[in-house]
């Protein structure tokens, strides 16, 4: 819209400053002549004046305005949280509420700006930001949010924002509604393995006091309860069952009143790791590959390493005086009685009995290995003999029986079809175009008790069995050769790799179980994965966060033992449960605690720095799609822009020129004749 204005403008000829000098002269001077009654002291300040005031120039400008349309800014809460029932309807309610009021004031235009998801929670500030970096600020006529008032990113100084136009916060939601929420106050990143951890959680309900029932469990297990204080910090306590992530959840009944049962769940991954893996390793007598293994062991940095090698038995005596004997005696009380428990593996190296250690001991081993304990048995000819270890209360625990026969002859060692699905030996086997492994050349027949055979000699007879005993595992090595892989005979094998894996399974390295189920999220899908030793897997079930149930069948990878399924992912935060036989896991979409669902209850608490400091206001509209709106006025610059049932925008009136006429007000010529007279005058009363 155009208009015509017309405005007094000076366009000076020489600065100001020299201007206002001469004025002020001409003042001084006036002054001085008045106060000493001089003749024609008037007459020479008028003439001062009139010069300063042409060297001002003014003059008339007509110019014809067009005038700019204010802006008025809204940003509506897209987030998770307006999700509960009426928000996003009363949000949208007062969104067409400002546009009926900008379709109908042609000075005012409307821009709209949505706070989105964010894995950090509502960003309002950050989404206002961005919308009015493409805003003039002197065309702002406010900025309006309708939210529910749960904003993550209010920085601590407003006054930095620089907003220049009024703030209104249009609240969405009851916020006299209670709600139960469940709040991890502390909680640690790492466990022990093996060790309980502390959590410190705390349940809030604005509806009542009292107890609550509090479930939680360990990666998807079974749910453990207890009866906790509401309002008050609580430490629960979960174990840590094995290196990597430990996902916890932990959940709480409902309350009388509920905005959403999504806080009513939090989760808590602790990554699990071991203090030091104490290992006890005995040799039974000295050979090649007894260094082999100390050395193999030495070189894992997480492994405490505790070795004796027995080098006079006590069946056995010769004339080396007991003061030159540097060998000390075989602790067995300390070792296999006191200080068993303390050990994560125990490892007997082509050991065999002497009456070092007596039969309790071994029953001792065996049922430190019942009880979750591990055991490694690498074999020599002792274990096909009458002394071998087998012949004693081990032989509960040992996957393999000897047969008493002792094979020799150069053999290359083999994986089997389990040792192929099997972690511990999966994809060590040389490819077609590859050197094969070298040669072994001893191994001690056995029957295969129990377990999975992994390697075997061209014959079929075992060389590495694993199997679980108990609550524990044990493995066999039926063979002493393997050190020639280690020396690099005949081109070597995969003795350090596949010698750390059999370590780490018995000690209950997760990544290395033969049925293992595990998932993970990203890019919009889920994708579980399945290691298994049999030919096909069971079905994949899945309980997503909303208890919706979905069931998959794997597919298989292209690599022995390992199938995978995937899924969209619909839902944005929360554990998704799976299920495939007896194994279960649990996988987070997004954060396990979203601040997005922290505290649900609305509230005006956070905004009102923002809205005080820019002289806005703050109304409840309610939870519905007739929300209770405040009216909307235009106002004046810098007048008030907010008041008990409405809420102002401000007119800026800014506008561009589209033409402009400029007519002096002073005539050069007119003005001359007035300054000489002045001066003439001057000079005629002075010569009086």
Do not use: C
């Amino acid at each position: 819209m155009s208009a015509a204005a017309t405005t007094l403008d000076f366009a000076p000829l020489i600065p100001v400053w020299a201007i206002s000098t001469l004025a002020v002269l001409a003042l001084a001077t006036t002054a001085v002549g008045a106060i000493r009654r001089l003749n024609g002291w008037l007459w020479r300040s008028l003439s001062i004046l009139l010069i300063s005031a042409v060297l001002m120039n003014p003059s008339l400008v007509e110019e014809e305005r067009e005038a700019l349309p204010d802006i008025a800014l809204a940003i509506v809460d897209r987030s998770e949280s307006m999700d509960i029932p009426g928000r996003a309807e009363a949000a949208e309610a007062a969104l067409e509420a400002l546009r009926r009021e900008a379709g109908n004031d042609p000075e005012l235009e409307l821009v709209e700006a949505e706070i989105g998801n964010d894995a950090e929670g509502t960003l309002a500030i950050e989404a206002m930001q961005a919308a009015l970096a493409g805003i003039p600020r002197d065309r702002l006529a406010g900025v309006v949010m309708a939210t529910d008032g749960r904003v993550h990113d209010m920085p601590e100084d407003v006054e930095g924002l620089e907003i220049g136009a009024p703030v209104h916060h249009l609240l969405t939601g009851n916020p006299e509604q209670g709600d139960r929420r469940l709040v991890i106050v502390e909680a640690p990143r790492y466990g022990l393995v093996d060790e309980p951890a502390e959590f410190v959680i705390r349940v809030e309900d604005d509806a009542m006091q009292g107890t609550a029932t509090l479930t939680f469990r360990v990666d998807g297990g079974e749910p453990q309860t207890a009866r906790i204080t509401l309002g008050l910090d609580t430490t629960v306590t979960a174990q840590i069952g094995h290196r990597g992530a430990n996902v916890i959840e932990i959940e709480v009944e409902p309350g009388p009143e509920e905005l959403s049962l999504i806080n009513n769940r939090a989760a808590v991954s602790v990554t699990g790791v071991r203090d030091r893996l104490r290992v006890l390793l005995v040799t039974g007598e000295p050979h090649n590959g007894a260094r082999t293994w100390r050395d193999l062991l030495k070189s894992d940095p997480s492994v405490d390493l505790v070795h004796f090698t027995i080098l006079r038995p006590l069946d056995r005596a010769d004339a080396t005086p007991v003061d030159e004997l540097s060998l000390i005696p075989f602790p067995t009380r300390e070792l296999f009685e006191e200080r068993l428990e303390e050990f994560d593996l125990v490892i007997f190296d082509r050991y065999r009995r002497r009456g070092i250690m007596p039969p309790l001991y071994f029953d001792y081993i065996a049922r430190y290995v019942d009880n979750g304990g591990a055991l490694l048995i690498t074999a020599g000819p002792p274990f096909g003999q009458a002394v071998s270890i087998y012949r004693s209360p081990l032989a509960a625990v040992i996957p393999a029986r000897p047969t008493g026969v002792i094979a020799t002859g150069a053999y290359r060692p083999e994986v089997t079809d389990a040792g192929q699905r099997h972690p511990v030996t999966a994809n060590l086997a040389p490819a077609e175009d590859e050197e094969p492994w070298g040669e072994w050349f001893r191994r001690i027949d056995a029957t295969v008790l129990g377990g999975e055979t992994l390697l075997q000699a061209p014959d079929g007879g075992p060389l590495l069995v694993l199997a679980r005993a108990g609550q524990g595992r044990a493995a066999v090595v039926l063979s002493d050769q393997s050190w020639l892989w280690a020396r690099g005979y005949q081109g070597g094998g995969p003795h350090a790799e596949m010698f750390r894996r059999v370590a780490h399974w018995l000690m209950g390295e997760p990544e290395l179980d033969e049925e293992r189920l595990s998932a993970s999220a990203f890019n919009g899908q889920l994708l579980a994965e399945r290691t298994t030793l049999a030919d096909t897997p069971p079905p994949l079930e899945l309980e997503w966060p909303s208890g919706r149930t979905e069931t998959l069948d794997m597919a298989a990878t292209g690599e022995p033992g390992r199938f995978s399924a995937m899924t969209d992912v619909t839902e944005q935060s929360g554990l998704v449960r799976l299920r495939s036989g007896d194994l279960t896991s649990v996988a987070a979409l997004g954060p396990l605690n979203p601040q997005e669902y922290a505290n649900l209850r609305p509230s005006t608490e956070v905004l009102r720095p923002l809205v005080r400091e820019n002289g806005g206001g703050a109304y409840v509209l309610g939870a519905s799609a007739q929300p209770d709106l405040p009216g909307i006025r235009r106002t004046r610059l810098g007048a008030d822009a907010s008041g008990r049932n409405w809420y102002g925008l401000q007119r800026n009136e800014r506008y561009i020129v589209r033409g402009a006429e400029r007519t002096p007000l002073l005539p050069g010529i007119l003005i001359l004749l007035l300054i000489v007279a002045a001066l003439g005058f001057g000079w005629r009363r002075e010569g009086q």
